[in-house]
């Protein structure tokens, strides 16, 4: 099965936010297939915090296949997720 | 007259001793990645507290801690203050960590053993020589008072408060138009351009 890859990783300051296909997940890290047809494995942490469509979510939630938004920290030679974002969202309410 | 020489001693030593510590300050440099040294830490905890006057530390809260309070109080923290001491008080934001001195984890009780009069005093007037701004008039004020009550509770926050907080944080432009990007890929599948940007 060709999986179609999407997404990029993004510069956020020290931040990155890695935009793909999760392609595998293990109990202490995710794979993600990007845009650039890359497999980007992110570690993640105690503290990683998971969204499903806007509500908190665990990693649990997470599936193989799943488009998914993860923002990481690089630290040493390792990608540490701070927040995976799942699922379908609404639009955030625009402030001000 | 035998008074003299041991204070001209005194004054010399005391004046060494300030040389000492000036030199030793400028040649650890200036840069805001530092944290404080012990001594820094505790001249400046020192001079807030003695600044603070008694009738100020000992101010009552004039306003209950109601839901509807602390509500207002939270968005108004996701809104002016989350950008330095994070939307759960940590101070763990990118800003805060490369200030000087950080902001504290204020749900540690370095500021939950504050009074309440206190933690107004220090939102209300600010501090010198930090990242911290005065808020407010020159007056009392009610947004400042509703803050110290949102602080006291931020021991207590729940992952679903702090979620409601986010959208309520300043963003930029460019950081906005990321969300909406991120936001269509999860929904539509629609895969944004390569994009990179650096934010400071």
């Not at chain 2, 300030?18 to 020192?46: C, H, L, Q």
Request: with cysteine; glycine share 8%.
């Amino acid at each position: 099965m060709v999986v179609l890859a999407a997404g990029a990783a993004f510069a956020h300051g020290k931040e990155q936010h890695v935009m793909g296909r999760v392609t595998a997940i293990t109990d202490s890290s995710i794979t993600v297939q990007t845009k650039a047809d890359e497999p980007v494995t992110v570690y993640t942490m105690a503290e990683t915090k998971y969204e499903k469509s806007g509500t908190v979510a665990s990693m649990k939630d997470l599936k193989v296949g799943d488009r998914v938004v993860i923002h990481a920290e690089k630290m040493g030679d390792k990608l540490m997720a701070n927040e995976g974002h799942f699922g379908v969202v609404a639009k955030t309410p625009q402030q001000r | 007259m035998r008074k003299r020489p041991l204070l001209l001693s005194i004054t010399a030593a005391s004046v060494a001793v300030a040389a000492a510590f000036g030199w030793m300050t400028i040649r650890r440099g200036f840069s805001a990645r530092d944290n404080p040294s012990a001594m820094e830490v505790y001249v400046a905890k020192t001079a807030r507290k003695l600044s603070i006057p008694a009738s100020e530390r000992d101010a009552k809260n004039p306003f209950p801690p109601t839901p509807e309070v602390l509500s207002e109080a939270r968005a108004h923290f996701a809104d002016h203050c989350a950008t330095c001491h994070g939307n759960d008080g940590s101070g763990k934001t990118e800003i805060g960590q490369n200030l000087y001195p950080k902001p504290p984890d204020m749900r540690q009780s370095e500021t939950q053993n504050l009074t309440d009069g206190q933690i107004y005093y220090i939102i209300h007037n600010g501090i010198r020589l930090t990242g911290m701004p005065a808020w407010g008039g020159p007056g009392e004020d009610d947004d400042s008072w509703k803050l110290v009550l949102f602080i006291r509770h931020l021991p207590q926050m729940t992952p679903q408060e702090m979620k409601e907080m986010e959208p309520l944080n300043p963003k930029s432009a460019a950081e906005r138009s990321e969300e909406e990007d991120e936001q269509r890929f999860l929904n539509e599948g629609k895969t944004p351009e390569m994009k990179m940007r650096m934010h400071h």
